[in-house]
């Protein structure tokens, strides 16, 4: 068992796509799973069973980030089951597929509320308890959308770039009480969803990747058990960019 080996990770919206990928990879690594959905009709049991199936220890949470008291009886949940949180990995996330023109206030508040009030309060509840211990690490899960703007996505994109700079101001009220917090951006990565925005996903985004392919789970899911771990003890406030150098490179138009 690595060093890492009982600690406990709270990882929001696991059920399915990259959050249930860093949920099986840091239960891999020794760490007691604790796997968040919005409700018993999300698939977190899928993923505490696959966990359990594979030697691992995890229980399922059910709870709506962006609402503060389900947060705070979630977080309750995992002490009093697990008598520590040691980790939170912020993935729940939503999209509205509008333009700035076409969207609703409905749909920009449950993007908003979701992606980074559910952030905020997933966070602070976390930090009150790691606060105690004097130990802690968090991830946040952005987007390219943390550096460029993506039309079309505009509740989407103004709720990461509102993660990047969340990620900055925590960790510097949090390093202190040795809490680190950093994000992960990934780029163009082969899940259920983003398979579904184009006939050909990864041939497109490949293209114009820099490594010529697409990510999968694993790439995002193995940056974020590096930045968790006391290997990555003195990184905090990073964006680690997990995207093949897509968005390091400007558009040109003949190319």
């Not at 990747?209 to 006391?230: K, Q, Y």
């Amino acid at each position: 068992m690595s060093s890492e080996g009982g600690r406990v990770a709270l990882v929001t919206g696991a059920g399915r796509g990259i959050g249930k990928v860093i949920a099986r990879t840091l239960a891999a690594r020794g760490y007691r799973i604790a796997v968040n959905e919005r409700s018993e009709s999300d698939p977190a049991a899928d993923t505490v069973a696959e966990i359990k199936t594979a030697g691992g220890e995890a229980i399922a949470v059910y709870a709506d980030v962006g609402e503060r008291a389900a947060v705070e009886q979630m977080v309750e949940q995992v002490v009093g089951r697990f008598g520590q949180l040691d980790v939170l990995v912020n993935n729940a996330g939503v999209q509205t597929w509008k333009s700035l023109l076409e969207l609703t206030e409905e749909d920009w508040d449950r993007v908003l509320r979701t992606n980074l009030t559910g952030c905020f309060l997933c966070t602070q509840q976390a930090a009150r308890h790691m606060t105690a211990r004097r130990q802690g690490a968090i991830v946040n899960i952005g987007s390219g959308c943390n550096k460029i703007a993506f039309p079309g996505l505009v509740d989407y994109t103004a709720s990461k770039g509102g993660i990047e700079m969340f990620t900055k101001v925590s960790a510097v009220e949090l390093g202190p009480h040795n809490i680190r917090v950093n994000c992960v951006a990934p780029g163009a990565i082969a899940v259920e969803r983003t398979t579904l925005e184009l006939p050909d996903y990864a041939g497109t985004w490949g293209r114009v990747t820099p490594l010529r392919r697409i990510g999968h789970p694993e790439d995002v899911a193995n940056a974020v058990a590096f930045l968790v771990s006391d290997e990555a003890s003195f990184i905090t406030a990073q964006t680690i960019w997990v995207d093949g150098g897509l968005f390091s490179q400007p558009p040109w138009a003949d190319k």
